[in-house]
């Protein structure tokens, strides 16, 4: 049995028996796992805050050959998730991150830039970004990274790249978008905010520059209210596939 080591997000656990717990956990080199954390459910215990959804922690493991599950040996807390479930909104927030990312990640495939999505999303959430803009940021790559979302610059009948001042629609189905000199009668039009604020989004980090602060985020109230109704669109309809 090999013992591995990981830096992971811990997702959810559920308990197992009188003291043990099974925790789905994201780990940067192997993906996402389960695994069995023994005497995780007794009060005094040697993973403490450590196994607490959205924990970044370091999980050494074992692997057992023709087991699903991993067996997790002992963990050390890089980054307490405590901050993040201060305040109600922010829990909120917090659980269906770990909710998007439970469903969205296949199993045992290592996903580096959704693991660095999802430190630069709480440690924004921690220096003060804005729920709403954190949600918007993180369900959009989210979902690029998923191949779920759809191209908003390139017209789909004709394949030319747009502009962003550029009027376009979005076709029935809302996962192709034509533009302005292509038939697009069954299309609807896109808000230029939700163009403006996707194009913030696809360019900028949501980190602290060298003064100390995060970048200035746009505040476009309809494209963000237009964006995260597409996004939970995509969401539901990427679960039912
Ligand atoms: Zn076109």
């Not at 998730?81 to 269906?96: C, I, N």
């Amino acid at each position: 049995m090999p013992l591995h080591q990981s830096d992971a997000i811990i997702l959810k656990t559920y308990p197992l028996g009188e003291a043990d717990r099974i925790v789905a956990f994201f780990t940067r080199d192997f993906g996402k796992l389960r695994g069995v954390a023994n005497g995780a459910r007794r009060m005094k215990n040697r993973f403490g805050v450590s196994l607490e959804p959205m924990a970044h922690s370091r999980i050494m493991f074992f692997e057992k050959e023709n087991h699903d599950l991993v067996r997790i040996q002992s963990t050390e807390l890089l980054d307490s998730p405590m901050k993040l479930f201060e305040d109600y909104d922010r829990a909120v927030f917090v659980g269906h991150i770990v909710e998007l990312l439970d469903r969205f990640l296949p199993e045992r495939e290592p996903q580096d830039p959704v693991f660095r999505l999802v430190r630069m999303t709480a440690r924004a959430l921690e220096q003060g970004c804005s729920i709403e803009f954190a949600s918007c940021y993180f369900e959009i790559w989210m979902l690029r990274l998923a191949g779920v979302f759809p191209d908003m610059f390139a017209c789909s009948v004709c394949s030319r790249r747009l502009q962003m001042e550029e009027e376009r629609f979005l076709a029935p189905g809302l996962q192709a978008v034509i533009c302005n000199t292509c038939d697009h009668r069954s299309g609807v039009g896109v808000l230029a905010e939700v163009i403006e604020l996707l194009s913030w989004i696809l360019k900028n980090r949501l980190e602290i520059d060298e003064t100390g602060k995060l970048a200035p985020q746009p505040v476009l109230a309809a494209g963000m209210r237009n964006l995260h109704g597409l996004n939970q669109y995509w969401i539901r309809n990427y679960s039912e596939r």
